[in-house]
């Protein structure tokens, strides 16, 4: 492993949360996994910025490489500058609710 590399949290991990030694840091960080995350009834992600732009569409459209885009809970929540937006949505605030549902 290079530094600052982790193993890798699958979308499919059965525990709640995970232990993981981050070289980089040089210390534990517990993370909690998609599986204890989508055991929540809402999930609110907050998203800022245009470099976030590409990684947010990917999101949404349910990219695979992306964790993010594990999160399955019944009810999701995103709050999304406009600089992170493909349309720009002039008349909106700086900071909007995006609701978008994630069942089929």
Do not use: H
């Not at 949360?17 to 517990?30: C, Q, T």
């Not at 909690?32 to 989508?38: C, G």
């Not at 009834?41 to 949404?60: R, V």
């Not at 929540?77 to 600089?83: A, W």
């Amino acid at each position: 492993m290079q530094e600052g590399e982790f193993d890798e949290i699958s979308p499919d991990i059965s525990q709640y949360a995970v232990a993981v030694y981050v070289n980089k840091l040089e210390s534990w960080r517990l993370t909690l996994t998609p599986n204890f995350i989508n055991s929540a009834k809402c999930i609110i992600f907050l998203i800022s910025g245009e470099k976030k732009k590409d990684s947010f569409q990917k999101m949404i459209k349910g990219d695979p490489e992306l964790p993010a885009s594990w999160i399955t809970c019944n009810k999701v929540f995103y709050y999304v500058t406009k600089d992170c937006m493909t349309n720009g949505y002039s008349s909106e605030p700086d900071t909007f609710p995006l609701t978008i549902s994630l069942q089929n």
